[in-house]
């Protein structure tokens, strides 16, 4: 989740948090098209902020799947990149696409997002590894069947898409036979703490089993920020109905002296509960 209280934004949200009116949170349902519209609407308020905040972590050409900062070149997720087509799910300024370029694939990136992707083009232009970008929504890929070998995404898309056992179906569609699909979010048993990255974020206050979705809301009641929750087996069972294996979930282990605060990610939960999983799958 985003936030828990309404002043509780921190400086990289303030932009956002203004221009969009943002007054006020709750846990409601929301549907797909207003999903969509306020994670556009979030994304290109915020992304100015976001990569100000953020932009010298992640790098121009540096693939980190996570605030504990493990890297793909570390880990290894992936698989062999050379020669192979691949697809970033919700880019944001594409600087994982940009790594693998450097490493012989041939990667497209994509998101939602009109602000990130000017982020990404910059990006393009700055770091002189150029890879396509593309404007689209995670849910209805614009790409043929079979066209990919490998799709990732570095906390991008998947908790912000109301029906997130689509992206699964989507990815699928669009992968090759025996194709990886590796994503990372916030680890589900967050959903049951505060976004607080001291001693009050080690509190349980919210039920892991409640899927409602958290929103923030302007005066007029439109969605300005949403994100979706599901629970590992939730996730498991998008996955399986797709048509995918799960061959290993990874909990990345906050390292020793990194000193990071990332929102709620911070050395101290990060001793004590997990931040960010990433499922590795293999389309059947």
Same mark, same amino acid.
């Given at each position: 989740?985003?936030?828990?209280?309404?002043?509780?934004? @921190?400086? &990289?949200?303030?932009?956002?948090?203004?221009?969009?009116?943002?007054?006020?949170?709750?846990?409601?349902?929301?549907?797909?098209?207003?999903? $969509?519209?306020?994670?556009?609407?979030?994304?290109?308020?915020?992304?100015?902020? /976001?990569?100000?905040?953020? @932009?010298?972590?992640?790098?121009?050409?540096?693939?980190?799947?996570?605030?504990?900062?493990?890297? &793909?070149?570390?880990?290894?997720?992936?698989?062999?990149?050379?020669?192979?087509?691949?697809?970033?799910?919700?880019?944001?300024?594409?600087?994982?696409? $940009?790594?693998?370029?450097?490493?012989?694939?041939?990667?497209?990136?994509?998101?939602?997002?009109?602000?990130?992707?000017?982020?990404?083009?910059?990006?393009?232009? $700055?770091?002189?590894?150029?890879?396509?970008?593309?404007?689209?929504?995670?849910? &209805?890929?614009?790409?043929?069947?079979?066209?990919?070998?490998?799709?990732?995404?570095?906390?991008?898309?998947?908790?912000?898409?109301?029906?997130?056992?689509?992206?699964?179906?989507?990815?699928?569609?669009?992968?090759?036979?025996?194709?990886?699909?590796?994503?990372?979010?916030?680890?589900?048993?967050?959903?049951?703490?505060?976004?607080?990255?001291?001693?009050?974020?080690?509190?349980? /206050?919210?039920?892991?089993?409640?899927?409602?979705?958290?929103?923030?809301?302007?005066?007029?009641?439109?969605?300005? /920020?949403?994100?979706?929750?599901?629970?590992?087996?939730?996730?498991?069972?998008?996955?399986?109905?797709?048509?995918?294996?799960?061959?290993?979930?990874?909990?990345?282990?906050?390292?020793?002296?990194?000193?990071?605060?990332?929102?709620?990610?911070?050395?101290?939960?990060?001793?004590?509960?997990?931040?960010?999983?990433? /499922?590795?799958? $293999?389309?059947?």
């Amino acid at each position: 989740m985003q936030n828990t209280t309404e002043t509780d934004d @921190g400086p &990289e949200k303030f932009t956002a948090v203004q221009t969009l009116g943002t007054t006020g949170i709750t846990h409601r349902a929301v549907g797909p098209t207003e999903s $969509r519209s306020a994670s556009r609407l979030w994304w290109d308020a915020d992304a100015d902020d /976001y990569q100000a905040a953020h @932009g010298d972590f992640l790098g121009d050409v540096r693939f980190r799947w996570c605030p504990e900062g493990l890297t &793909e070149d570390t880990a290894g997720l992936l698989g062999p990149v050379a020669g192979r087509d691949v697809l970033e799910v919700g880019c944001g300024a594409a600087s994982c696409s $940009r790594w693998l370029a450097t490493q012989g694939a041939r990667p497209v990136a994509l998101d939602l997002s009109a602000g990130m992707l000017r982020h990404a083009a910059e990006a393009n232009a $700055r770091s002189g590894v150029s890879v396509p970008l593309v404007l689209a929504d995670a849910g &209805e890929l614009p790409f043929p069947d079979a066209s990919f070998d490998v799709a990732c995404s570095a906390f991008g898309a998947v908790p912000f898409v109301a029906d997130s056992a689509a992206v699964m179906r989507e990815v699928h569609r669009v992968l090759r036979p025996g194709g990886a699909w590796v994503f990372a979010t916030t680890h589900p048993l967050r959903w049951a703490f505060p976004d607080d990255p001291g001693p009050e974020g080690l509190t349980v /206050y919210h039920s892991y089993f409640d899927r409602t979705p958290y929103a923030e809301f302007d005066d007029d009641g439109r969605i300005t /920020y949403v994100e979706h929750h599901r629970t590992l087996g939730d996730r498991v069972r998008e996955l399986v109905a797709a048509g995918f294996a799960l061959t290993d979930l990874v909990e990345p282990e906050w390292p020793d002296g990194h000193q990071e605060v990332w929102g709620q990610w911070s050395p101290l939960r990060g001793a004590l509960v997990p931040g960010t999983a990433i /499922y590795v799958c $293999r389309r059947l």
